[in-house]
């Protein structure tokens, strides 16, 4: 695979002519923007650029994108996106799911492309609830959603998309929010990782589900409940006044309050605050389970541990079982036991 | 029928059919394909017919557990695996239970005693030995202990009684081999390969398929036991093969993606009895093929519709159940116009219905059987060596008009072993794939833009690779509006669309249909499709050596149907439309063409006999001099299924 050749572009190039139809206020505007602020950042070509969606209204997502787009069918993008890379392992792909999408319809979909590790972006853009079909609860709807299909509530426990990708087999496991500012750097964090890089984007129906993220994503208060995760650094939150340890004893994650040290800043190993490895999976299973609430959201980078894709492995099976062998079709399809009718008489061959 | 004069074979007779019966484990596939090879080596023209249970290890010596494998082989054109048969192997009680009402009275019973213990007989219900009564009274019965006789053979290598006795199905195939005056050598070579880290078990077989052998020639002197010989049919000159469906399919593939020039990406999920594509495609890699096994039947029409998106042909490949889990992905293929093609090997339905038996009732499937007007081109197989030629087709269509095609091909033609002489690649016309590489179109300021939906004169969109420069669009299921592929619900552009996409596809150029056996006009068509090839010809032979006024026509393209065959049916009197199935192809002639097509039909998940069709040809003609297709007794028994009878 070919070193993709760095392009100068800015977010105008990345924007088409098609008249947006999300309605007005999602947080899919929001994503929109950020993904097409970063694909400059990363020199990224559109030519070689292809986003590849499902259905719901993220699937939409690739109409407004002014590169290759492919909007397929429900919950089958994972699929169709697989077939791209083995035919060309050199386009750079976006898939685009939602809640419903990747986790309903096509749950076996995304569990399969995640666990043999395809190399593309995957964005799940998660709002809890079906939009495109007016409203009814999703896979990750919370207990109790009231929709126009569970009027009295719904009672089936929500997947947790984090914790699902992980589960799968993913190699990278990111989170962030539709209108976080910090979104473009998990994206780029998931475009240099090769594999597949799964990305959670919580994303505000406006609709449907209004708001229904504004307990760790409402500017006002956001530094206690978000924890911003960064490789090499204390997992600090509240200002640094807070962070998470590993009580050693029942293996499991608590929130310890973090004092100012002598020189003002916070004293976070004196508190125990354990440092944030991407490569360790086992913190990451932890990250993904932790019930918000009691602790924070972690957000950022949750895991990133690459290992060989799936194409790449493809592609070095056909180089092996080709190397010298003679693609001849004739000889092939004149294999095995033959024999050769000459007039009348049979000569075996 | 005790009465009915025996009619035991002739010593140099034109055809035989051989039927091999045993036990699931008795390896009877192994022996009919290895005597199978050894027939086409001696120059016979042949068709075999594999059955087999769906159950992988049946326990031991139940009716269900019966294994069979007929091949008929002869001096003269061979094209169906024959009705009856002459000489009926049967490993076991469960095998001469399941087979014997199908033998020709006054065939020939090769029976093994040592099998026939009072436990496998019960197993088979039988009361008491039917080799010991009179119960075989109509046919030529040859029973001896073939248990003790291998396990006396193999003894100097030392092997244990149980698998000693593995090596009973080579010794029957060296009694078989002498009946028929076969060569043993391509089998000792052909043991010798499979064995190869294992010598002393390639000895043991050699040495049981010796002893068969010679035994054969001792036996001679005493009863029934005698030898044939069947000479060599006249063929055309050139070179010749054994080939299945199966791998005339995958062959057929190869080709029809170096006829294009482009890499083939196959996505496939197992399933009986389409997964022998995807096997022997998968040990294709040198030619440019990507085999891809899918977490299932959808996910591999999505990939291969991904990769066919990205420049490559894609196919994907299932029978029945599989294809309607695909459905909706096609018509994905269908809105996007993406070449793709699509294998259905059907089998005995509704829903899992009858994995390994065959059946030809996914016509409408493949006609009809998608949401929306999502009209796709509809390719059959009539032969195992047929469906090289029709895999090519499907291609072809495929990628000049930018559409998914399905390919029919059955359970029979599969497993079936036909000779084929090898085509030559290089007499074929290749269809070169064209990707668009600049912008198509003008827009209204008379600039250079491009429009993705722009028809060619066949009403082919054009084939735009992603990575291709400044040619970024973007396609999906949603209507497109005409020229630029815009999402666009209109009333009038869907309307403009949906005849677009239908008339491309009736436009695609089909062959005349040609009248195979007979004349264009007269009293009676037989119109066949797919695998009841051999059964119809065979029949309308017949009736037309007795100057019956028959012809047969077999159609091969299903979707579009040929410009001519309307006319042509409309020629004669009377159409009759034989079918492993209740009447579908019937019902599309009468709707395309309000022809009074009469069904004949079948759904017993085998093949349909000569003797049926050549009873309904003579129905046509009571009364007619020298006609005796109607006083053919159908024998109902052929090929019974071990569960029916169990």
Wanted: hydrophobic residues 40%; glycine residues 10%; contains cysteine.
């Amino acid at each position: 695979m070919n070193a993709p050749v760095k392009i100068e572009t800015t977010l105008k190039d990345w924007e088409t002519d098609q008249e947006v139809r999300w309605c007005p206020g999602c947080g899919d505007y929001a994503i929109l923007k950020a993904v097409q602020r970063t694909l400059p950042q990363l020199g990224a070509d559109p030519s070689n650029t292809c986003f590849i969606s499902g259905i719901g209204c993220s699937s939409r997502f690739p109409y407004y994108m002014e590169t290759y787009g492919f909007h397929t069918i429900h919950g089958r993008a994972p699929a169709v996106a697989t077939g791209v890379k083995l035919a060309n392992p050199d386009l750079d792909i976006w898939l685009v799911t939602g809640d419903g999408d990747g986790l309903s319809i096509g749950g076996n979909h995304l569990m399969h492309v995640l666990r043999r590790n395809v190399n593309m972006q995957i964005m799940l853009f998660n709002n809890e609830i079906y939009g495109l079909t007016k409203g009814q609860a999703s896979p990750t709807s919370r207990e109790g959603t009231k929709s126009p299909s569970t009027p009295l509530g719904s009672y089936d426990h929500p997947a947790r998309p984090a914790a699902f990708a992980l589960g799968s087999g993913a190699r990278f496991v990111g989170r962030g929010f539709d209108v976080s500012k910090n979104l473009p750097d998990v994206l780029k964090a998931a475009h240099a990782h090769q594999g597949a890089a799964f990305i959670e984007i919580f994303q505000n129906c406006i609709v449907y589900n209004k708001d229904v993220f504004d307990d760790f994503a409402a500017p006002k208060g956001a530094e206690d409940r978000q924890l911003w995760l960064e490789n090499g650094k204390p997992m600090l939150f509240a200002k640094d006044t807070k962070g998470l340890t590993l009580n050693r004893e029942k293996l499991c994650l608590e929130v310890v309050d973090v004092a100012a040290g002598e020189d003002g800043s916070p004293d976070w190993e004196a508190a125990d605050v354990i440092v944030h490895d991407v490569t360790n999976r086992t913190v990451a299973h932890m990250l993904v389970e932790m019930p918000f609430g009691p602790f924070p959201m972690a957000l950022g980078v949750l895991y990133d541990d690459p290992r060989p894709t799936f194409e790449s492995a493809v592609v070095e099976e056909r180089a092996r079982a080709s190397a010298g062998k003679d693609a001849n079709l004739a000889k092939l399809l004149g294999k095995g036991q033959t024999w050769t009718v000459s007039g009348t008489a049979q000569d075996p061959v | 029928m005790a009465t009915q004069a025996k009619a035991p074979l002739t010593e140099n007779p034109e055809a035989v059919v051989v039927r091999f019966a045993g036990d699931s484990g008795d390896g009877m596939q192994l022996t009919g394909g290895q005597f199978t090879l050894s027939t086409a080596l001696a120059g016979n023209d042949l068709a075999t017919f594999p059955d087999f249970p769906a159950e992988i290890r049946a326990p031991q010596g139940t009716l269900f557990g019966v294994s069979a494998f007929q091949i008929n082989f002869g001096s003269r054109e061979i094209n169906t695996a024959g009705d009856a048969p002459d000489v009926l192997v049967a490993m076991n009680p469960a095998a001469l239970k399941t087979n014997i009402a199908a033998l020709k009275p006054g065939g020939l019973v090769i029976a093994d005693t040592g099998a026939f213990t009072k436990r496998n007989l019960d197993k088979a219900h039988y009361s008491a030995n039917p080799l010991e009564d009179d119960s075989l009274a109509k046919y030529d019965v040859l029973a001896f202990d073939i248990s003790e006789k291998t396990i006396e053979a193999v003894k100097p290598f030392g092997l244990g009684n149980k698998d000693a006795l593995r090596s009973k199905n080579m010794w029957t195939l060296g009694l078989a081999l002498w009946m028929f005056d076969r060569p043993r050598e391509p089998i000792h070579d052909w043991l010798k390969a499979k064995f190869k880290s294992k010598p002393d078990i390639a000895d043991a077989n050699i040495a049981a398929l010796d002893a068969g052998h010679a035994y054969g020639e001792t036996a001679e002197l005493a009863g029934p036991m005698k030898q044939y010989t069947i000479e060599p049919v006249e063929s055309d000159p050139g070179l010749y093969r054994t080939i299945t469906g199966a791998e005339a399919v995958s062959l057929g593939l190869v080709a029809g993606a170096q006829l294009a020039e482009l890499p083939m990406f196959f996505g496939g999920y197992p399933i009986t009895p389409a997964s022998a594509i995807l096997h022997h495609l998968a040990r294709l890699k040198e030619f440019g093929v990507t085999t891809f096994q899918a977490e299932d039947e959808i996910a591999a029409i999505c990939a291969a519709i991904g990769a066919s998106y990205a420049g490559s042909l894609g196919v994907t490949s299932s029978s029945g159940p599989g294809i309607a889990l695909k459905g909706e992905a096609m018509g994905l293929a269908i809105m996007t116009e993406l070449p793709l093609v699509i294998v259905n090997s059907q089998r005995g339905g509704p829903s899992t219905g009858l994995p390994t038996k065959t059946e030809q009732s996914d016509l409408y499937q493949a006609v009809y059987g998608r949401n929306g007007d999502a009209p796709m081109p509809v390719v059959s197989c009539s032969s195992p060596g047929d469906a090289f030629e029709a895999a090519i087709e499907a291609c072809r269509i495929a990628v000049e008009y930018m559409t998914p095609v399905m390919l029919l091909t059955d359970g029979y033609i599969a497993n079936a072993a036909e000779p084929w002489k090898v085509p030559d690649p290089a007499n074929y016309t290749p269809f070169p794939a064209k990707f668009l590489e600049q912008k198509n179109g003008t827009d209204s300021a008379g600039g250079e833009t491009l429009l993705p939906y722009k028809r060619d004169e066949k009403g082919a969109r054009p084939w735009i690779k992603p990575g291709t420069p400044d040619l970024m669009h973007r396609i999906g299921g949603i209507e497109k509006a005409v020229d630029t592929g815009h999402i666009d619900y209109a009333p009038d552009n869907h309307q403009a669309m949906t005849d677009a996409r239908r008339d491309k596809v009736l436009g695609v150029a089909v062959p005349d249909q040609e009248v195979c056996l007979g004349d264009t006009s007269g009293k009676l068509a037989v119109v066949g499709w797919g695998s009841t090839f051999g059964p119809i010809h065979q029949a309308v032979r017949r009736a037309r050596a007795k100057g019956v006024d028959v012809s047969h026509i077999h159609v091969r393209y299903i979707w579009p149907l040929p410009g001519n065959l309307g006319d042509l049916l409309k020629s004669f009197d009377h159409v009759l439309v034989p079918e492993m199935n209740t009447g579908q192809f019937k019902t599309v002639l009468r709707d395309q063409f309000l022809v009074d097509a009469q069904p004949l039909t079948k759904t017993s998940g085998q093949p349909f006999q000569i003797a049926e069709l050549e009873e309904a040809i003579g129905k046509f003609f009571d009364g007619i001099e020298g006609n005796e297709g109607g006083e053919v007794p159908v024998n109902d028994q052929q090929l019974p299924s071990p569960e029916a009878d169990g």
